[in-house]
Nanobody, 118 residues
């Protein structure tokens, strides 16, 4: 079975940094159809940094230049480096991946909370 486990969230002040990790089991990260999503209280989920079927990367406009996605293949771990954090970045952050032969981002972890205060 596929399991994704996020960690690294916490509470930081404006301008701070966090690095989120997502460890996969029962699944091997590739270089496509995976990424990070987030959901603020009372709001729907949105893509933060998402890698598409062709390997291209899509960014939420508010995070480009501040957030970076990376992968450690040896540890089967996906990362989200978040710098210059803003209060509007406060959300539950999830990593997501797709089943073989699909690009549906259907596998999600339990999430890790990021709170940014002024």
């Amino acid at each position: 079975e596929v399991q994704l486990v996020e960690s690294g969230g916490g509470s930081v002040q404006v301008g701070g940094s966090l690095k989120l990790s997502c460890v996969a089991s029962g699944y091997t990260f590739s270089s496509r159809c995976m990424g990070w999503f987030r959901q603020a209280p009372g709001e729907g989920s949105e893509g933060v940094i998402v890698i598409g079927h062709d390997g291209s990367t899509s960014y939420a406009g508010s995070v480009k230049g501040r957030f970076t996605i990376s992968k450690d293949s040896a540890k089967n771990t996906l990362f989200l480096q978040m710098n210059s954090l803003k209060p509007e970045d406060t959300a539950m952050y999830y990593c997501a991946a797709s089943a073989s032969g699909a690009c549906d981002y259907s596998f999600w972890g339990q999430g890790t909370q990021v709170t940014v205060s002024s």
